[in-house]
């Protein structure tokens, strides 16, 4: 099933009608639908995919010969003319090399062969080439240092992300609102990773197949992304763990890592690079003195959940003891590490219903506010200074009106009046809830009715 990337689709398919010949960098995590999207845009064109592998040169023109049929070709150049004489007819050809930086990091040969081809037919508009790699931090860090002079024939670059909540819904229409946030609670947005999640499937089920045992899919998933990306997976593990176990600020995660200040930054740094990480930055109101600073959390929710959940339980996992793990370790926090993602699908809604003008405002950026005396779970701001905000509530019970209450006590320690107050409930509304927020004007919305 393909979801979505109707943006990447319209990028492509505009340097395809382009008159001159193009080049375009698409890149992402392994399993974000790279080879998805690039089948996509292939259909109905003339068309090549060629998938590199990481081997000596040597072998590398062999596969490329073997599978474009120019066995007589006798390096890389002839190799590409003779597949461009053999396929050209007359419109634009298509060639995606997949994982190209197989192709030009330990050999110029490639590299040099491609750009002698590519400028024969930069100027006649024949050609669009897409390169694809699944290193963020090759191609944000690396790739210009190798490409050399050529990064300039490059038209741009795409870097897929996950699938918002909207996509994920689409992909699993089937399933309820609520099950759908569980379920980007635990894969994220990464389609590979959504694939495998039966929708006919319980939750318990899901995650005991895919996470709890030795032979799960996804049991030392998480390692296994980072270790394509990063050197010192140890480090990188004890500043996730600490993360994952709630030390957001840099302090308690110097206090449990025992490293340095600055190496915590730098390897954080990198973790963001990679999307892993963020640092939350506190939304702007006018009394900043309440407000947490220096924050950081995990932001993809797969290894967020990964983290959390399967890290500090691996042994007992090893030993077979799934249903323990599920029912002990898992289940009986699962409220709580849901009202991240909740919150995070709670802003996605309210932007969307912003960018089609269905609030009362016209606010610009959205965030949270990190107070001392609570959290702000979504806050927008007009130009005329008129806030919205947005609360969630992830627990297992119909939300009361005392909890309207201890929101309107963060508000108060905010310093924020707000012009739209929308609450949020995981699982609905009492009616005393109902009647005082009717009075209020704060609007309601249950996740059922999203």
């Known amino acids: 099933m393909f979801i979505g990337r109707t943006?990447?689709?319209?990028?492509?398919?505009?340097?395809?009608?382009?008159?001159?010949?193009?080049?375009?960098?698409?890149?992402?995590?392994?399993?974000?639908?790279?080879?998805?999207?690039?089948?996509?845009?292939?259909?109905?064109?003339?068309?090549?995919?060629?998938?590199?592998?990481?081997?000596?040169?040597?072998?590398?023109?062999?596969?490329?010969?073997?599978?474009?049929?120019?066995?007589?070709?006798?390096?890389?150049?002839?190799?590409?003319?003779?597949?461009?004489d053999a396929k050209y007819d007359g419109g634009k050809l298509v060639l995606v090399f997949d994982e190209f930086r197989n192709l030009v990091e330990d050999s110029q040969e490639f590299l040099s062969a491609f750009l002698r081809f590519y400028a024969e037919h930069h100027g006649d508009g024949s050609l669009l080439v897409v390169f694809l790699s699944s290193s963020i931090s090759w191609v944000e860090n690396e790739m210009t240092a190798v490409l050399g002079n050529a990064t300039r024939l490059?038209?741009?670059?795409?870097?897929?992300?996950?699938?918002?909540?909207?996509?994920?819904?689409?992909?699993?229409?089937?399933?309820?609102?609520?099950?759908?946030?569980?379920?980007?609670?635990?894969?994220?947005?990464?389609?590979g990773y959504l694939r495998l999640w039966r929708e006919k499937d319980g939750f318990k089920e899901n995650v005991m197949r895919l996470f709890l045992s030795e032979d799960a899919p996804f049991y030392g998933e998480a390692e296994l992304y980072l270790k394509k990306e990063l050197r010192e997976l140890s480090a990188?593990?004890?500043?996730?763990?600490?993360?994952?176990?709630?030390?957001?600020?840099?302090?308690?995660?110097?206090?449990?890592?025992?490293?340095?200040?600055?190496?915590?930054?730098?390897?954080?740094?990198?973790?963001?690079?990679?999307?892993?990480?963020?640092?939350?930055?506190?939304?702007?109101?006018?009394d900043p003195r309440s407000v947490q600073k220096g924050l950081?959390?995990?932001?993809?929710?797969?290894?967020?959940?990964?983290?959390?959940?399967?890290?500090?339980?691996?042994?007992?996992?090893?030993?077979?003891?799934?249903?323990?793990?599920?029912d002990t370790a898992i289940a009986p926090y699962l409220a709580a590490y849901v009202r991240e993602t909740f919150c995070d699908v709670c802003g996605e809604y309210l932007q969307v219903m912003n960018r089609y003008n269905q609030l009362e405002g016209r606010y610009?950026?959205?965030?949270?506010?990190?107070?001392?005396?609570?959290?702000?779970?979504?806050?927008?701001?007009?130009?005329?200074?008129?806030?919205?905000v947005g609360f969630c509530d992830c627990g297992k019970e119909k939300t009361e009106l005392s909890v309207l209450e201890q929101y309107q006590s963060i508000l108060d320690s905010a310093g924020i009046k707000p012009g739209e107050w929308y609450c949020f409930s995981m699982e609905g509304f009492t009616e005393e809830c109902n009647e005082a927020a009717k009075t209020a004007g704060i609007r309601l919305v249950a996740a059922k009715d999203m």
């Open 364 to 388: 610009g950026s959205f965030g949270g506010w990190y107070g001392k005396a609570g959290k702000i779970d979504v806050v927008a701001k007009t130009e005329d200074g008129t806030y919205l």
């Open 236 to 286: 990188y593990n004890t500043i996730l763990a600490a993360l994952a176990e709630g030390k957001y600020k840099l302090n308690d995660i110097y206090a449990h890592t025992g490293f340095s200040r600055a190496k915590i930054s730098v390897y954080l740094k990198n973790l963001t690079e990679l999307d892993c990480t963020e640092k939350i930055f506190s939304f702007d109101t006018e």
């Open 154 to 191: 490059l038209n741009g670059f795409i870097k897929l992300k996950e699938l918002s909540f909207m996509e994920l819904a689409g992909y699993h229409k089937d399933s309820s609102v609520r099950d759908n946030i569980y379920t980007r609670a635990v894969m994220g947005g990464v389609p």
């Open 296 to 326: 950081y959390r995990i932001r993809e929710p797969f290894l967020r959940f990964w983290y959390r959940f399967i890290y500090p339980n691996m042994s007992e996992i090893a030993l077979g003891n799934a249903e323990q793990v599920y």
């Open 7 to 84: 943006q990447e689709l319209e990028r492509l398919n505009g340097l395809y009608a382009s008159e001159r010949s193009g080049i375009m960098v698409l890149y992402g995590r392994s399993g974000i639908g790279k080879t998805a999207l690039v089948r996509r845009f292939m259909q109905g064109k003339t068309a090549a995919y060629y998938a590199a592998r990481r081997v000596t040169t040597e072998e590398q023109l062999l596969c490329m010969k073997r599978e474009w049929k120019t066995e007589e070709a006798t390096d890389f150049y002839e190799a590409l003319t003779s597949f461009y």
